[in-house]
Structures are given as C-alpha cells and as structure tokens.
C-alpha cells in the first residue's frame, strides 16, 4: 500500500509550511506530496496567509525535493484553459526529472470562482472531457506533428504540442463517486482512480463500475491503479487522538467512522479493509500542517507496517 501526503493549503498555509511538509513527506519515506487545487477557504478557519496556486507550489517543490511525486487531487478545470494547463503540467514535469501527476476534475466550489472573477460554466462534464482529451492529446502528439481539436468548448488549430513532459506518460487521475460519466471517463483516458472520502462499502462499489467501465472500453482492469483520499488522525494513545481531532475541530468519533483515526494499530486494521477491496494508494489529508510529529508517527508506526 502506498501512503502519500494531501494538503488543503487553502484552508491556511504559506509555501514555506508546504515545502516543510514536501521534506518531511520526502525524508519520512511517504510516496507522494499532491495537494488541493483551490483559491478560497472552506469552513470556519481564517485561511491565512491566503491561497497559494497549485502548479506554482508545484514548480518550486519539483525544484526543492528529489523522489517524491507530485501532483494534484484535483486541479479544477475551471480555472484553467486546457492548452495552457497541458504547458504548464509539462513544464514541472521536466523541472522535477519526470515526477509529475495529474488529478483532474470539472471544479464544484462556486464561491471561490466568484470571489476571484473566475467564470463558473454551467456545463462542466463536457468542459472536462475536452479537457482531458486535449491535453492528453497534445502530450501524446509526435515531435514534429502538430495538434488539432474541434470541440464544443474548445478548439486548437495547428498546435506544436511543445512543450513535452519528462515522463513518457504523465499519470492522469480521475476520481469522484458519479456512477456512470464517471467511470466512462476513467476508462477512457486514466491511469488512477481516486475514491475520495468515502466508506469502504462505497469504495467498494465504484470500484466495482469503474473496473467494469475500463473492462468495457477494452482495457484490462487491473491497468489502473484504485486509491482513496481520507483525512487522517493519527496518535500514540487515545488521548494524543483527542489532541489532534481538536486540533482540526473535528470529533474523534466522527474521524473514526469516515477516515483513519485511532492510534496505530487502529489505523493499520482500516488501512487492511481498504486493501481487500482493492485499494493499492492512501492520500492521507493531513490538516494540521504544523504538526510534523504527526508525520513521523504515521511513518514510524503505521507505513512500518505495510508491505
């Protein structure tokens, strides 16, 4: 089981605190850094110092780490245009030696769009659809070939499809609990699927529609990888628990019943039920980004325990 590290920095965080948590992730042995793609707080915290853009915070990370990956769940489609979005993925790509991943989704949070003068379509299944299809179209287009789309929402004409990514294949993330365009989508153009907070029981059933959809698109099913994001409260003894389920302003109970909370072995026993039904990769939502202990608890006794 791969464990990766997930931040909310809109809900409050510098670059510096994020770079801390990237070299932390790095030196602890955790797989992946990915973060949020958004522009607003969400929730009764202050969002100080304000948000940090995604792919930004990615570039300076490609530069600052060496083995982790990095990526996003989910850079909204909203905000960028698919073109420009395929350029800039490219580009950190290269700039991190081919360690780039690419979470995308429709986009959902309308207030943030507002606030920034974002515009926020009413059709935005279709918009990311093309989306995908272009950039991964313009990644995939030979050198010396050119790009041409003709879509509903987009159109490119005689595209150089430069630059490209380190990788031969940048990993494209999809993810969400929609039972039927989703897993369409996800069998058409990813490499993972996420199920974000989500039960085991409901994992287990969009895990189900989706290998069924890649199956019925002509791939194997066991060519994706299937993950789960899940907010994480980790501590020593119960009373470590409570301290940082306070920390976060939720209730242990609460995080216990919808994420992994509970001292290590608590964890790693939830961590098994994922595994059953399928999951290979955990983002673990970390929101106390302040609190590194919690990290090398997490590594020390719960990843020590997983093959």
Known sequence: MDLRIFTEPQQGASYDTLLAVAKATEDLGFDAFFRSDHYLK????????????AWITLAGLARETKRIRLGTLMTAGTFRLPGVLA??????????GGRVELG?????????????????????????????AIVTGLWETKLGDTFDFHGTYYDLT????????AQARIPV??????????????ARYADEFNM????????????????????????????????NALVVCVGKDDQEVARRAAAIGREVDELKANGLAGTPAE???KIGRYAEIGARRLYLQVLDLSDLDHLELISAQVQSQLS
């Open 196 to 227: 974000p907070f989500a039960s085991v029981e409901d994992s287990e059933r969009q895990f189900g529609r989706v290998r069924a959809a890649v199956e019925a698109a002509g791939r194997g099913a066991d060519e994706l990888t299937y993950s």
């Open 42 to 53: 969400m929730g009764d915290v202050d969002g100080l110092p304000g948000p940090t853009d």
């Open 104 to 132: 995308l989704g429709a986009g959902w949070f309308e207030q943030e769009h507002k606030a920034y003068g974002i515009p926020f379509p009413k059709e935005k299944f279709g918009r990311l659809e093309e989306q995908l």
């Open 158 to 165: 005689d595209s150089p499809a430069l630059p490209k990514p």
């Open 87 to 96: 350029i800039q993925v490219a580009q950190v790509d290269q700039m991190s």
């Open 267 to 269: 964890v790693v026993e």
């Open 173 to 186: 993330l999809i993810g969400g609990h929609g039972a039927t365009r989703t897993p369409k989508l996800t």
